[in-house]
């Protein structure tokens, strides 16, 4: 096929939420599709969509995701302007990302992963280890929740929504003692000077795809496709369909505190995955290898495997 690349008179329209670390994102995108293809910025429009989850009086509410309506509160709005021809592709956080699309969309363009670590917050305390007995904790990921419940269950975890800039305003306003954010997110965002520390996967396994920008098209579109194969990145690609087929295969919703982080070495994938209970309680982990070509299968067995390890009740959530 012949490939049309956008142009002033008809530019490629990048639809993406209105927060800082969106529009970095977007930018982001944008930069990497004009180095591609020697086009200017006037080539491309950034559309800005606002979603469900950026109602500022839910974020003011600070209720879990799971009660706002899930992960695709996020997402929705956007989907739909991709599907009616609003914008050409969006790009996404892909830790917020469902592990199945509307019918009509594709979800295969990952730049490459940043930083995948979590990163400890905290205006007076160094370390996760130094918070003193019964510090509050912000946050609004039950990944994390349970994590950190599992690691000091004196801790006092209370839910902390908003984008980065909202999270450390009221850090700031001593809602709570520590928050965490992502690494790569700082980063993103030239504020990496932020994080009092950055925790070790071995400490704190992150969330699935943390880290990645995934960049979403219509599926008939192909000459949108040709233009994303340039800037797709192999190695996250392959790290990723490993790290969502353990998701999927687990029912990973906002409901689940499911952690997950496939590494590359050579031709070999390694997978490390972690379910818990939402409290804290009770942890079940694995570790496993697999050649890269059978990472999606690797997470799909790992997950099964995670399943039949678990005791009566403890996936209730699956229900």
């Given amino acids: 096929m012949t490939l049309t690349t956008p142009s002033p008179a008809s530019p490629l329209k990048i639809g993406t939420r209105g927060s800082p670390l969106a529009l970095a994102q977007a930018y982001e995108t944008r930069r990497r599709l004009m180095a591609a293809f020697d086009l200017a910025e006037d080539a491309f429009e950034i559309v800005v969509i606002t979603t469900s989850g950026d109602n500022a009086q839910l974020i003011a509410k600070d209720k879990p995701l799971k009660e706002l309506g899930g992960k695709g509160l996020f997402t929705k709005e956007?989907?739909?302007a991709l599907l009616v021809g609003g914008i050409d592709i969006a790009v996404h956080s892909m830790k917020d990302m469902p592990v199945a699309q509307p019918e009509g969309l594709l979800l295969d363009t990952y730049l490459p992963r940043e930083d995948t670590r979590d990163a400890f917050v905290s205006p007076n305390v160094a370390t996760l280890a130094d918070l003193p007995k019964g510090a509050v904790v912000g946050t609004s990921s039950l990944r994390r929740r349970a994590q950190l419940l599992h690691f000091r269950s004196d801790l006092n975890v209370v839910e902390f929504r908003g984008n980065v800039q909202t999270r450390l305003k009221k850090l700031g306003?001593?809602?709570?003692?520590?928050?965490?954010?992502?690494v790569a997110g700082l980063n993103r965002l030239d504020m990496g000077h932020v994080a009092a520390s950055a925790i070790s996967p071995e400490d704190?396994?992150?969330a699935v795809a943390q880290g990645a920008i995934g960049i979403e098209r219509r599926a008939a579109d192909n000459n949108t496709?040709?233009?994303?194969e340039a800037i797709h990145d192999t190695p996250t690609g392959h790290r990723l369909a490993a790290e969502r087929a353990f998701l999927a295969a687990l029912?990973?919703?906002?409901e689940t505190p499911i952690a997950g982080l496939a590494e590359l070495d050579g031709t070999t994938l390694r997978l490390r995955?972690?379910?818990l209970r939402p409290d804290g309680t009770e942890s079940i982990d694995?570790?496993?290898?697999?050649p890269i070509e059978d990472g999606a299968e690797l997470g799909e067995a790992m997950a099964q495997d995670l399943l039949a390890q678990a005791g009566d009740g403890f996936f209730e959530w699956r229900s």
């Avoid at 306003?173 to 992502?182: E, K, M, R, S």
């Avoid at 496709?225 to 994303?228: E, Q, R, Y």
């Avoid at 029912?251 to 906002?254: A, L, V, Y």
């Fill in 251 to 254: 029912d990973g919703s906002c």
């Fill in 78 to 80: 956007i989907e739909e």
């Fill in 173 to 182: 306003n001593g809602v709570a003692d520590c928050t965490f954010l992502a």
């Fill in 273 to 275: 995955g972690e379910v």
């Fill in 286 to 290: 694995a570790d496993q290898t697999a």
């Fill in 225 to 228: 496709a040709a233009l994303l």
């Fill in 204 to 206: 704190m396994l992150p």
